[in-house]
């Protein structure tokens, strides 16, 4: 019997006596709700034919608060919407009595601790922040709970149609949605509005401009672009995205791996030449490194991810407050604007208990609703929703956010291929991408030495 049906069988059977002694005492106070609980308590006219279905479940009970008491654990990347779980957990927690403790996670944690703890059938983790390009292998190995029957559900609550349609890749995989969409980040150029003014230059449109750009504004100490390029996740997903923005793609046609490709070895290539014009030591940085090489003021340009944004006008933490702006991400001379998209979505762990459950989408629900989002983006959370992105109050105070809603519409959210073997593909760019440069093979070798690892462990 396979372990999951056999826990399920187990958890029927315990609540069946729970139910049982239920009936024989009075509680002195209201129980939690039990499994996917669709109703008030029972009555006398209360039938076992009105037990939930576990196809499709139920609603909750109508109590004011019915899971209070229900205690989850979640666990976040340390992204910059973490600050916006720590300031709206207590409130979410006061509102509903349900509890949620945080474990705050690096990237590569966060992917080990949850893969550990789905392939244990441990639930040690309620609800996972879980990375776009993760929807494939959560899916495929069912590691988190489909949320579609809870989105019919409860659709007349949810305001679907508010959410921008490129953010449900953050968590969809083959019509399915086994993640909800929680921070849209939007793939953008940032750029010194002094030095560009310094140098008489309008920000690049193109591809073949940034290149231009980075190597005319590398003088007196200042760099022209900050890129990531650390062996790992860091440099293959900023190889992809480059590769993205030339019109090319690590699949073919067909949805196979092509990424030793001509195409390809070009924007190697090209890659390259742009970090001849990036701070010493760019090939170990990662993420934080970038981001501090912008802040310090030490770089002219840098594409990245639009929830760091706002960071730049804190001057606790940047150097650079009042002479930022953002652009669209730049793409090949004749290319039709498409940019990069990613971001988190929020998934439940198909093996937490259906009381956890149900909770846990209560969370969802409640982080992501239009009234919740103001403060979320407020508090460095990023947004999903147009309500949000056009808000009169939030444009004032987020200017860049109309360029934000552009690129939304125009989001390209599979440039990094939400498939199972993800993690294959950029664990072989991440080893080969930062080996070529770091002048150990050409852009040929490396890519084709990349193709064969990945080719070899794809079964």
């Known amino acids: 019997m396979h372990a999951k049906s056999f826990k399920k069988i187990l958890y029927l059977c315990l609540l069946i006596v729970f139910t049982l002694s239920a009936?024989?005492?009075t509680p002195q106070a209201p129980a939690a709700p039990a499994e996917s609980e669709a109703a008030p308590a029972a009555s006398e006219e209360t039938t076992s034919e009105e037990a939930p279905s576990e196809e499709a479940p139920s609603a909750p009970a109508?109590?004011?608060?019915p899971f209070a008491g229900t205690e989850l654990t979640l666990a976040s990347m340390t992204d910059?919407?973490?600050a916006a779980f720590r300031a709206l957990i207590p409130q979410f927690e006061e509102e509903t009595g349900i509890i949620v403790t945080m474990d705050e996670l690096g990237y590569g944690d966060l992917f080990q601790k949850m893969t550990a703890d789905f392939v244990g059938n441990t639930a040690q983790y309620d609800l996972i922040t879980m990375d776009i390009v993760w929807s494939g292998q959560y899916a495929t190995n069912q590691y988190s709970l489909p949320l579609d029957d809870f989105m019919?559900?409860?659709?007349?609550?949810?305001d679907l149609d508010d959410i921008m349609p490129v953010a449900w890749t953050l968590g969809e995989y083959e019509g399915q949605h086994w993640a909800y969409p929680l921070a849209g980040y939007a793939n953008v150029l940032n750029y010194r509005t002094d030095l560009f003014e310094a140098a008489g230059l309008e920000p690049p449109t193109t591809q073949e401009e940034l290149l231009a750009d980075a190597e005319q504004l590398t003088k007196d100490g200042t760099y022209g672009i900050a890129l990531l390029g650390a062996k790992g996740s860091a440099v293959a997903q900023d190889y992809m995205s480059f590769l993205q923005q030339h019109g090319a793609s690590v699949l073919d046609e067909n949805g196979g791996v092509a990424v030793n490709t001509p195409e390809n070895v070009e924007v190697l290539k090209y890659f390259g030449e742009l970090f001849q014009y990036a701070p010493p030591g760019s090939t170990d940085y990662w993420w934080d490194q970038r981001e501090t090489a912008f802040r310090d003021g030490q770089v002219a340009m840098m594409e990245g991810w639009s929830i760091a944004r706002a960071g730049y006008e804190n001057p606790e933490i940047s150097n650079v407050v009042g002479n930022v702006d953002i652009t669209y991400a730049p793409v090949s001379e004749g290319m039709e604007p498409k940019y990069g998209f990613g971001g988190w979505g929020i998934a439940i762990n198909a093996d937490s208990d259906p009381q956890k459950q149900e909770a846990a989408w209560e969370f969802i629900k409640w982080v992501t609703s239009p009234e919740i989002q103001k403060e979320w983006v407020r508090n460095d959370g990023a947004p999903i929703r147009r309500s949000?992105?056009?808000?009169?109050?939030?444009?004032?105070?987020?200017?860049?956010f109309p360029k934000m809603l552009e690129s939304f519409e125009k989001g390209d959210g599979d440039y990094r291929p939400r498939i199972p073997e993800y993690s294959i593909i950029e664990d072989a760019l991440g080893t080969y991408v930062n080996a070529f440069l770091v002048g150990e093979?050409?852009?040929?070798?490396a890519l084709e030495k990349a193709q064969a690892q990945i080719e070899s462990n794809i079964k």
């Open 441 to 445: 093979e050409t852009a040929e070798s």
């Open 80 to 82: 910059q919407y973490v």
């Open 62 to 65: 109508a109590d004011e608060k």
């Open 152 to 158: 019919e559900r409860d659709k007349d609550e949810l």
């Open 388 to 400: 949000t992105l056009t808000d009169p109050e939030l444009v004032s105070e987020y200017p860049w």
């Open 23 to 25: 009936v024989r005492c």
